[in-house]
């Protein structure tokens, strides 16, 4: 620990301030119902891991330890609350430690309205531990180059990994500070925090490495859609009111006179501008989440306190007064959070015990599989106490489900799949439970198939419509168990999907011989026919191929397409 750390006494003001805030957190965590993407991150921690498909292991970390002091929803957000009490005090020491009551009352009461560290004060996501270490290091790095001492150097190391497990948004902090201070460079103290950063990261790029890299190709290449002028206006919109949107003015203002005579201001500037700019970027790509620059709460939050405090009592009252109006609005929202309202726009997400329950009753016992939804998935296993799963076909993303392999249990057991609109049966069942939509299907004999390797024969020829033409298929079955490829509803199929870039164009099944076996855990060939319909146009597409049950789409089985022409 470096020795000029000072622990100071806070004010007696502060510590009520923060205590309240704990206290008020805590019993929100306790009874809001859990958001779908919480509950998967609960699932998360139930299999603790060096990573996970969608974000590093940081949340599922701090929500485990949660659940090992406290029970229910209290104890999965614990983490997130007590990170959120944390940042709150580290933002007061980054303000320059105000002593003065009038001064900090202002300056916690700028920070309490801004929404996201309301938000992210109970929900448990990985954007709340991102909060915290993104403030640590900036605090840790003000002091890094302020002294220029080793220790602080080998913190900041420490800090740079914590960013990284926490959500990969976390590497933006770390380039745009250093951008800021690029004559860091010449500094060897940084190299040996680089190095300490990327060493204890290691596990997670080791855990990436054996996994394909699933979160790296799903957040590069994953979410690149064609440009839409609404992302980017949308964008613009939300970044102009999600940062207590009565400070607008303020902020504005505050920033026109963000000068760079200090370390922190220089900091703050790039990195409000570095961020802003980036995701703005990203639309071009895209759909921008809102969140995704929640870090910037904190150096707007201390710009407009100094912007505030620099102009006069008059000022101080009127910021103080938007500050007052804008936590009571977000008050009044955590409060319909709890009651849920059948009239609300979160009911749908968070009243979810009324569907379980009613689910619950008509799985009897079996296992319940949800079509293309993880969150559905979560929320289940979460209120429950069951084990859901998921099966994920060609019209939705892979998820952390895919790659856990407990869909492998469900061999030739009676289970009651919970689908969507694409699914279709003579014997499925169109339900209503709660606020929630479902077709059942009742299969009496389930075969998994997600992770069964196909690829069609590199040197197929030019496919031609309106016949049958000849095609090899190859793959690998890596199940305990052999799969057949057989007749009715709920057996498996084989199909080709012809994409156009990313539009899918059409699903194509193979004919193949009846009953074929795919054996367990072994290699095989299969030689079939497809005949290409005629509505689809001459051309060149991407083939991949498919493998699913009848009644559904068909999940995507290449690890990569094949290029071929219709003729």
């Known amino acids: 620990m470096p020795t000029d750390m000072k622990f100071k006494m806070i004010p007696s003001w502060l510590g009520w301030i923060l205590l309240a805030s704990f206290a008020v957190n805590l019993v929100q965590a306790g009874f809001t119902p859990l958001d779908p ?42 983490g997130t609350v007590l990170l959120n009490t944390i940042t709150l005090l580290i933002s007061w020491i980054l303000a320059g430690r105000p002593d003065d009551k009038r001064a900090g009352i202002l300056f916690m009461a700028i920070l309490l309205s801004m929404p996201f560290l309301q938000v992210y004060a109970f929900i448990a996501t990985p954007d709340a531990p991102l909060l915290f270490f993104s403030v640590l290091y900036i605090f840790i790095f003000d002091r890094a180059l302020t002294t220029n001492k080793t220790s602080w150097f080998v913190l900041l190391g420490v800090c740079m990994a914590a960013l990284l ?29 680089g190095i300490i950063g990327v060493l204890l990261f290691l596990p997670h790029l080791y855990w990436q490495y054996i996994h394909d890299f699933p979160s790296f190709k799903y957040h590069l290449k994953g979410r690149d859609d064609p440009y839409e002028l609404k992302h980017t206006i949308t964008y613009i919109i939300n970044q102009l009111v999600i940062f207590s949107p009565l400070f607008l003015p303020y902020t504005i203002r505050a920033m026109k006179q963000l000068s760079a005579d200090t370390v922190l201001n220089k900091s ?76 609300t726009g979160f009911s749908l997400n968070m009243q979810h015990k009324t569907w379980v329950e009613e689910l619950k009753q008509r799985a009897n016992g079996r296992p319940v599989i949800f079509q293309n939804s993880y969150r559905n998935a979560s929320v289940y296993s979460y209120y429950s106490g069951e084990k859901a799963y998921t099966i994920t076909d060609r019209d939705y993303r892979k998820n952390q489900f895919d790659i856990w392999d407990d869909e ?15 699914m279709h049966c003579d014997g ?49 079955n890596p199940y305990p168990h052999a799969v057949v490829i057989g007749p009715g509803d709920h057996s498996l199929r084989i199909s080709a999907l012809l994409y156009h870039k990313t539009d899918l164009v059409q699903e194509i099944p193979l004919i193949i011989p009846e009953n074929t076996i795919l054996n367990a855990q072994d290699s095989f060939k299969i030689e079939g026919l497809i005949r290409i319909p005629q509505s689809v146009p001459p051309g060149k597409y991407d083939l991949i191929m498919g493998l699913g049950m009848k009644i559904m789409p068909a999940s995507k089985n290449s690890p990569k397409g094949l290029a071929v022409v219709v003729n």
């Open 428 to 476: 499925c069942e169109n339900v209503r439970f709660g606020l929630k939509n479902f077709v059942l299907a009742n299969v009496d004999s389930f075969q998994a198939f997600g992770k069964i390797v196909l690829m069609p024969e590199s040197d197929l020829p030019a496919l031609s419509r309106n016949i049958e033409n000849p095609m090899s298929i190859k793959g690998y």
């Open 37 to 78: 993407d919480e509950a998967y991150y609960w699932m998360y921690s139930l299999k603790p891991d060096f990573g996970y498909f969608d974000h590093p292991p940081a949340v599922a970390l701090f929500i485990k330890a949660g659940t090992w002091l406290l029970p229910g929803t209290a104890g999965i957000r614990l």
């Open 165 to 193: 497990y926490s959500k990969y948004h976390g590497l933006l902090v770390i380039l745009f500070l250093l951008f800021a201070h690029f004559r860091l460079l010449l500094n060897y103290r940084f190299y040996l925090a």
């Open 408 to 422: 492998k249990d469900l061999f030739g057991k009676k289970v009651l799949i919970v689908g969507n609109q694409s």
């Open 268 to 343: 703050f500037r790039v990195l409000i501008y570095g961020f802003l700019l980036f995701f703005l970027y990203t639309t071009f790509k895209g759909h921008a989440e809102p969140q995704w620059t929640a870090v910037l709460s904190i150096p707007f939050s201390i710009i407009v306190w100094k912007y505030a405090m620099t102009h006069g009592v008059a000022v101080q009252k009127k910021v103080f007064s938007l500050a007052v109006v804008t936590i009571s609005i977000l008050a009044i929202a955590r409060i319909v959070l709890i009651i849920q309202p059948e009239t």
